[in-house]
């Protein structure tokens, strides 16, 4: 590619936005910073548990870590997990197990997918979140959009704008309705066929109301914490892909961060998407995929408007629109060199 | 420091606080009497003062709970035989009780404020008794098509439900949305333009009409409303320029140990709540309140703080829908369909709302108050049950509330799903809001607070500040009030975004009057001026107002106020 070109993908990105992939990144990753003895990997009461780094549910990929998956399952027969193939999206080939028998009976009418020299398709199975925050009853995720211009040094921005997606029926945890993907998956693509459906707002609620809702219902500390703990999940989740990234300078991408939210408030990371649908389902969703492509393109491109690979990446506040910084571990670098001391209070928020 | 503006605050809730704090001290002087039979000079004086206001307190809805914890504090040991007076005082002052009577007082005051318009509403000595007439016709245009909307239907007003219909909705009283409920046939009684027009047919009868006057203005309806400089005065603290909340909230505390604006805020606001007094809360809410705050706040001010009895009152209209059927139930089940179930920024909460209106329409402690308003037609239908003779056990008010529901009712009480997460909690403070505020927006009276005079005094700000536009829309044939009026009958609820109406609200309540809306209104008008001249047909007019999502009101308003 010329110097003055540009395009919105990395060659790899798969490495974040596969399931199974983003799974084992995150592994190593916590693993890597264990064995360097970084505080960050710091581990809590129980096996497995990391203080600060257990934002990801409890995840095996299937069927390589099959038995691992069933040690694991035996410490907490009652719970219940989900299955999604690596490989799909928009809520595809998802559901829900509660029995080991049920896998098992699966795997046996999926012709033995345990040989992977048999089946090219794998699954993952996580710990399902089985209390997730309900507003008027009712399920929802998140739907973040991140903008990544370059994994190293890492610089990766959020947009404002982004909504929460609301399951139109009543959630609800009994058996009979474990079958029922209505209650259970946020996607807009599964919800839309749904009966309760409504276009005129599809579902979708801004990130704003959430954060009004919840400061004057939970209070403000807390509701806080909850966002620096959504941006903390999505920094490490980047910081845990971002060696094994292709980082070519033409390159940009934005990603389709899912999140869903405890009933404790506490962020989890569900899985991260490269293409995130651009299309609009209501008139608000369309001012707001109409901003989010309009921010990119200005945070892109030097102030000039022409892509130019010497440009350092380093936009104009303005240029940023909706977007906010998460990390500059460039910007970081420079600050830390010029003012020490300041260095060690701003930028403690990652330590 | 601190102290000193909470004193500030305190001095500056003023005349209002200190009246309630005088009272306070009657009251407290005539449960002195009450006790000890012993009548003190100062208590004499003020005797007549304070009889009135024991028996004005019996009849309030808190009086059962506060006269029993006096008498508990009466029966404690701490309250001594020999010092009777001061013991009594010092363990009410201890308990919090005597905030509590000098809240009942201030909410018993403020009733009175409302009840009665003040004369100088009606400066003019203009006879405004059209005014409700014309609200009594209205009344009865209403009745006449609840009416045979249940012929054409074949539906009674009334009947007892049915033994399944109950168990279902029992079952599902905290998902309605699940009810499958068949309402292709309802359609809403009337919407806000249905409304309007009936305001715009208003005359005086003795107001001669010029031969070029425009059928459409308020001007000949004389209601004193207030100018703008006017509104400069009563708005003080946001003509002054002080620093708001909601404007930006990170301009530097005048407190040392507050990093910023809104850390401050919290800070005073804190420590309002905890004084619980209610006149230093409604103070507290002219500047601006903190979201965390808010819930607790609003609660404080309109005296709408849930306890016990009120749960279980709140469980008795559960029952009385479970136990009635009421040709109005579909309608407002219609009514959260139209409205809040199609709106992006409250469909989440259908549930809540569809709970909160049925149970609203059996609430027969908010008839008195829409109907014995001076301003009131006072109208109401009695419906007698279905299949039962006409007895009075079998007649009952419909609905109970007397508040029969219109097209986008519902949002007077969308807001509040923002506040509470508790149904209880939203129910009492929206009850407590409506009957303070929102009922005089859609009914025709010469009330101060009514939206008539709202009308007036958008129209007269529009006039007097933006001549420019007032021609052009004059030249168009088209009403400005047309354009603004369903943003003024619902108090602006489900047109701007949630966090700016709460704003919007806390001004409403901290300066106890809707003037603001009619404000605001003509604000915005104002500040899309450029963009309005540019068009000439009601529809453009329409699309250059339709998105309201980027207005800030607190920065807006105070520039409106702001003297030159």
Known sequence: ??????????????????????????????????????????????????????????????????????????????????????GKSQGAGIFLINKLSKLKKWSREARNPFNPNLTKESYVISRYIDNPLLIGGKKFDLRLYVLITSFRPLKAYLFKLGFCRFCTVKYDTSIQELDNMYVHLTNVSV??????????????????????????????????????????????SLKAVAPVMANDRHCFECYGYDIIIDNKLKPWLIEVNA????????????????????????????????PDVRWNKCPSQEAMGNFELLIDEELAYQDERENPTKYKSSHGKWK | MEKEKLAAEQRASGGRAKKAKNSCQEVRDEEEQVTTAVASDRAQQLQGMAEKLSLEIQGMSNYKQLYSEIQRIVASSAVKKDDFKNTLLEALKREGLETELRNTVFHW?????????????????????????????????????????????NIPLARLRSAADRDELAEKWNELSTCDFDLGQYRP?????????????????TFKKQPNELNWEFSHIQIKVKTLAQLRDAYEE??????????????????????????????????????????????????GCPRALRGRLWSLVLGSVVRDADADYYDELKAMVL??????????????????SNDDQYFVFEDLLYKTMLSFSRDSEVLPSVTRDKCAGGQVIHAVLQGKPATLENTLVFPPSGVIPFHGFTMYATPFCYLYDDPCAIYFTFRAFYLRYWFRLHTVSSHEQGIVAV???????LQCHEPELWAHFRNLHIPPVKVVFKWLMRGFSGHLPPEQLLYLWDLVLAYDSLEIVALLAATILSFRKDNLMQVNTVHNVEAVLADLSSIKVMPLLQLSLLRD
């Open chain 1, 1 to 86: 590619m010329g110097d003055n070109q540009t395009i919105n993908h990395f060659p790899n990105h798969y490495e974040l936005t596969r399931k199974d992939l983003l799974v084992k990144n995150i592994k190593r990753y916590r693993k890597d910073l264990e064995r360097e003895g970084n505080p960050l990997a710091e581990r809590g009461e129980g096996p497995g548990k990391y203080l600060h780094l257990d934002f990801i549910p409890v995840t095996f990929v299937l069927p390589a870590d099959y038995n691992m998956f069933v040690e694991e399952y035996r410490k907490s027969p009652q719970s219940t997990w989900i299955m999604k193939p690596c």
């Open chain 1, 191 to 236: 919800q839309k066929h749904g009966e309760e459906y409504n276009s005129l707002h599809g579902g979708k609620l801004s990130v704003q109301n959430l954060r009004l809702y919840l400061e004057s219902t939970r209070g403000k500390a807390v509701t806080e914490k909850l966002f620096a703990n959504i941006s903390w999940c999505i920094v490490h």
């Open chain 1, 275 to 306: 293409s995130p649908s651009l299309t609009s389902t209501t008139v608000n969703d369309r001012i707001l995929k109409y901003k989010l492509i309009d921010n990119i393109v200005s945070l892109v491109l030097p102030s000039d408007g022409v």
């Open chain 2, 109 to 153: 005051m403020r009733s009175q404020r409302l009840d009665k318009p003040k004369e100088q509403a009606n400066v003019y000595g203009a006879d405004l008794s059209y005014l409700k007439k014309a609200q009594m016709q209205w009344e009865r245009r209403i009745q006449k098509s609840l009416n045979s909307m249940c012929n054409e239907l």
């Open chain 2, 189 to 205: 009684l009337f919407a806000p333009k249905d409304f309007l027009e009936v305001l715009f047919s208003l005359r005086d009868p």
């Open chain 2, 238 to 287: 946001l003509s002054r320029g002080e620093p708001l909340l909601g404007v930006n909230g990170n301009v530097a505390s005048s407190l040392g140990h507050c990093p910023n604006l809104e850390a401050e805020r919290i800070h005073l606001g804190e420590k309002v709540l905890k004084a619980n007094q209610a006149p230093v809360a409604q103070e507290f809410l002219k500047r």
């Open chain 2, 323 to 340: 136990q009635y059927d009421l040709m109005v139930d579909k309608l407002i089940i219609k009514d959260v369909q139209l409205t809040a």
């Open chain 2, 455 to 461: 009308c007036l005094c958008f129209e007269r700000l």
